[in-house]
């Protein structure tokens, strides 16, 4: 079956400016996860859903990232007033249910210049 | 607070021989530990999940063992082939405030060498 998409796969913003990235995962799972991966690193934790709902959103570096899952399936990261330091690769992945294995989609590329 | 590090963070070997990449992670409580394979520019792809209670899983080339109380696991490719080079991340899934969320290394960089 289909994998994790993303969408879109780059996105070259201006500082200051919003930007939504989607991420469609495997049908039927019902944990979404969400990372951001810099350059030589590893990935980091933002938030992951149970359903609708954000069962852990510490990772969210400030208030201007939200993310939203309203019908437990796809989900939107948002960021407002974007950063030079909010460069990175955003990562979406899903789970059949939190604890299982987890399957990642091939990220989002966000340039801030 | 969990940390999760692997060692050496590049590693090139010629073809033909046997791949052993470490992880190490502070803290013993967790719940499983998960192996993936990033390829340049791409997302991750899951290799091998160990739950906590088990000592070692295997998958055709590959066989990762886990030893939680000395938090480490290491990760075994057997005859290495041109097509195994990418970066391997090792990632700790903790218990209760950790749920769900994966801790990951920064990954170790392989290079086969026809």
């Known amino acids: 079956g289909a994998g994790v998409s993303q969408t879109p796969s780059n996105k070259v913003t201006e500082k200051g400016k919003y930007v939504e990235l989607r991420c469609d995962p495997i049908?039927?799972?019902?944990?979404l996860y969400w990372y951001r991966q810099s350059l030589g690193q590893g990935p980091e934790f933002l938030i992951y859903?149970?359903?609708?709902?954000?069962?852990?959103d510490s990772g969210l570096p400030n208030d201007r990232f939200f993310a939203v899952r309203p019908e437990g399936s796809v989900s939107t990261l948002k960021i407002q007033r974007t950063e030079r330091g909010d460069s990175a690769v955003y990562l979406c992945?899903?789970?059949?249910?939190?604890?299982?294995?987890?399957?990642f989609g091939p990220g989002t590329r966000l340039t801030v210049l | 607070k969990q940390e999760v590090t692997q060692i050496p963070a590049a590693l090139s070997v010629p073809e033909g021989e046997n791949l052993v990449l470490n992880c190490s992670f502070t803290d013993s409580a967790i719940y499983n530990l998960q192996w993936f394979r990033q390829d340049p520019g791409k997302g991750l792809t899951s290799l091998l999940l160990?739950?906590?209670?088990?000592r070692e899983q295997t998958s055709g080339r590959l066989n990762a063992s886990l030893d939680k109380s000395s938090g480490r696991s290491t990760l075994y490719i057997a005859a290495s082939q041109p097509g195994d080079s990418a970066t391997y991340l090792c990632a700790v899934q903790g218990t209760t405030d950790s749920w769900g969320k994966l801790q990951f290394g920064a990954g170790t960089q392989v290079v086969v060498t026809p």
């Open positions: 160990i739950q906590s209670s088990q």
């Open positions: 992945a899903s789970s059949a249910s939190p604890g299982d294995t987890q399957y």
């Open positions: 859903f149970q359903g609708t709902g954000a069962a852990d």
């Open positions: 049908s039927g799972h019902t944990a």
